[in-house]
T-cell receptor, first 114, second 111 residues
Framework: KAGVTQTPRYLIKTRGQQVTLSCSPI?????VSWYQQTPGQGLQFLFE???????NKGNFPGRFSGRQFSNSRSEMNVSTLELGDSALYLC?????????????FGPGTRLTVL | DAKTTQPNSMESNEEEPVHLPCNHS???????IHWYRQLPSQGPEYVIH???SNVNNRMASLAIAEDRKSSTLILHRATLRDAAVYYC????????????FGKGTLLTVNP
């Protein structure tokens, strides 16, 4: 079956703009998580959604937000972009987000903020 | 979240076994031990997980110490495609639906 897809794969924005990233989970998966990866901080958890509800959120400012639709597809939004938001944004899906569930990651969206 | 300690890097030769260690001395009794790896320019991928006894799958084996304070991921015959960063992640009731990644071990495989 098809894996996790993320769009767009690459994005260039300027400071102050906003951006929306999209994630389509594996069919049947209801949990979607988002992670930010930078060379300095590594992989950091942003938030997780299940059945259109955010169940957990990492330590990121309110400029980072997300949502999940009834078909489990998810979007994340970053407003008022800063240079430090340049990163690889990864989406992962799993059946229900439980501790025993394998998480499947997408290829990521590479965001560059100029 | 339980803290983990992994070597920053390890090196192996192709077709030789590789043992990747992880210390997780603060792990709780109900935490599963997950391993993920991230190949260059790709998202992380699941490798294996276990609770108490040793586990095997088509990718690797996981050996868990009897006191569960450490574990070892075993790649039986390393290939060039196994060159990646390997992450050991304890995950249990307090994980709150997230994976907490450390710095991992960068595995280099020499031809």
């Amino acid at each position: 079956k098809a894996g996790v897809t993320q769009t767009p794969r690459y994005l260039i924005k300027t400071r102050g703009q906003q951006v929306t990233l999209s994630c389509s989970p594996i069919s049947g998966h209801r949990s979607v998580s988002w992670y930010q990866q930078t060379p300095g901080q590594g992989l950091q958890f942003l938030f997780e959604y299940f059945s259109e509800t955010q169940r957990n959120k990492g330590n990121f400012p309110g400029r980072f937000s997300g949502r999940q639709f009834s078909n489990s597809r998810s979007e994340m939004n970053v407003s008022t972009l800063e240079l430090g938001d340049s990163a690889l944004y990864l989406c992962a899906s799993s059946l229900e987000g439980r501790d025993i569930d394998e998480q499947f990651f997408g290829p990521g969206t590479r965001l560059t903020v100029l | 979240d339980a803290k983990t300690t992994q070597p920053n890097s390890m090196e192996s030769n192709e077709e030789e076994p590789v043992h990747l260690p992880c210390n997780h001395s603060t792990i709780s009794g109900t935490d599963y031990i997950h391993w993920y790896r991230q190949l260059p320019s790709q998202g992380p991928e699941y490798v294996i997980h276990g609770l108490t006894s040793n586990v095997n799958n088509r990718m690797a084996s996981l050996a868990i110490a009897e006191d569960r304070k450490s574990s070892t991921l075993i790649l039986h015959r390393a290939t060039l495609r196994d060159a990646a960063v390997y992450y050991c992640i304890p995950r249990g009731g307090g994980s709150n639906y997230k994976l907490t990644f450390g710095k991992g071990t960068l595995l280099t495989v020499n031809p």
